[in-house]
């Protein structure tokens, strides 16, 4: 369980100080899949790092798992996001040097595993996704949609109680854009995994079971998309 109460956060730009967000409460269920969507400057992306403990709140507490976020130390929330959360990012953030299977497998090797069991999850993780063919391929000769494939089976591979999305699409074209949410909709479970994504896509946000607008860094709306909930399915091939 993930929840916002009364959060805000500001920054200071030079003389400017910006609110990106505007006192936001909500909650995220274990199993859910939430899409968080608005306009460009809206603050859900900081809603998305704030849930992941990326940042802290000015004001307000956000909570993971029980647990206050902005009471941890610096190297306490380091450590939930590198055990607990897994992260995609509209560029994919692989080491372009490292092949797929070892970018997947150094979270793994981060947190202290050996190498040889870190590459047997990484294989593992990388195979739920359907793209173990291109375990040993370096990123620059995989497709876009490859690429966040392996983003996808790297944030997995800690077998993580969230993963955060953050545009996961917004970089690739319709078709893959469209594979890429259908193996979303596959990640969450029930009483284990949530699922939160950040787009400005109205056709990639209802792939969600609940749907969360948020305008001028304040919550606009919070509906169910009346999808039934995803159950875990083959992989895309």
Known sequence: MMELVQVTKVYEQGRRTVQAVRGVSLRIGTGEFVSIMGPSGSGKSTLLH?????????TGQAIFQGDDLQAMSDRQRTMIRRHRIGFVFQFFNLLPTLT???NVALPLLLAGEKRRVAHERARASIDRIGMLRRADHLPDELSGGEMQRIAIARALVTDPEAILCDEPTGNLDSANSKAILELLRTLPE???RSVVMVTHDPNSAH?????????DGLLDSD????????KATAAIA
């Open 50 to 58: 704030l849930l992941g403990g990326l940042d802290v709140p000015t």
């Open 100 to 102: 797929a299977i070892e």
């Open 190 to 192: 029930p009483g284990k």
């Open 207 to 215: 792939y969600a079971d609940r749907l969360i607008t948020i305008r």
């Open 223 to 230: 509906i169910s998309t009346n999808r039934v909930p995803a």
